[in-house]
Antibody
Framework: QPQLQESGPGLVKPSETLSVTCTVS??????????WGWIRQPPGKGLEWIGS???????YYNPSLKSRVTISVDASKNQFSLKLTSVTAADTAVYYC??????????????WGQGTMVTVS | QSVLTQPPSASGTPGQRVTISCSGSSSNIGINSVNWYQQLPGTAPRLLVH???RRPSGVPDRFSGSKSGTSASLAISGLQSEDEADYYCAAWDDSLSGSYVFGTGTKVTVL
């Protein structure tokens, strides 16, 4: 089973770009047919799917965030990343990276990182 | 706001059976499979049920999922103290460009 670990800035100023990275260990992003996803959870609130990426380039984004989101992969580092532009306080959340239970399936997610808290202030 | 509606809370005593409902529509639960996640305090979500009623390896058979029409349910039988957590349903929604949507979440309390 691979392990996922998020890393992020902790604090981002309003109107700037939030960048979070997920490092995958125990498995290669480029040698399997898995999608890799991002989900977030504002403090005390529910879960929101942000988007998912396939190594070959296919991406799916939440329509409500699509205009501000980019998910990309760096196979050389076995990492995938999330960029969210023009952030506001409403983007304050724990950001999770995750992998689905089946290859070639976008969802559901059965392997999760521990999450990284990002505050916009 | 979420398009999948759950009751905000549910409770039971140890050993009891608790059921959580998830109400959706024809663009999500009505045509796609339902998944359930458990989130213990301060931890990442854990997949409990996928494809409506299938349990990943390691999930106790006390947890069972079902789906009918545009609604789904998660049942926890033989409730245990460690089941106290938040539970979320989720499904793909085919409206607009497609999106994975989570339910509003249900807090289960073991009395």
């Amino acid at each position: 089973q691979p392990q996922l670990q998020e890393s992020g800035p902790g604090l981002v100023k309003p109107s700037e770009t939030l960048s979070v990275t997920c490092t995958v260990s125990g498995g290669s992003i480029s040698s399997t047919s898995y999608y890799w996803g991002w989900i977030r959870q504002p403090p005390g609130k529910g879960l929101e799917w942000i988007g998912s990426l396939f190594y070959g380039g296919t991406t799916y984004y939440n329509p409500s965030l699509k205009s501000r989101v980019t998910i990309s992969v760096d196979a050389s580092k076995n990492q995938f990343s999330l960029k969210l532009t023009s952030v506001t306080a409403a983007d304050t959340a724990v950001y999770y990276c995750a992998r689905p239970i089946k290859q070639d399936g976008v969802v559901p997610f059965d392997i999760w990182g521990q999450g990284t808290m990002v505050t916009v202030s | 706001q979420s398009v999948l509606t759950q009751p905000p809370s549910a409770s039971g005593t140890p050993g009891q059976r608790v059921t959580i409902s998830c109400s959706g529509s024809s663009s999500n639960i009505g045509i796609n499979s339902v998944n359930w996640y458990q989130q213990l305090p301060g931890t990442a979500p854990r997949l409990l049920v996928h494809s409506n009623d299938r349990r990943p390896s390691g999930v106790p058979d006390r947890f069972s999922g079902s789906k009918s029409g545009t609604s789904a349910s998660l049942a926890i039988s033989g409730l245990q103290s460690e089941d106290e957590a938040d539970y979320y349903c989720a499904a793909w929604d085919d409206s607009l460009s497609g999106s994975y949507v989570f339910g509003t979440g249900t807090k289960v309390t073991v009395l």
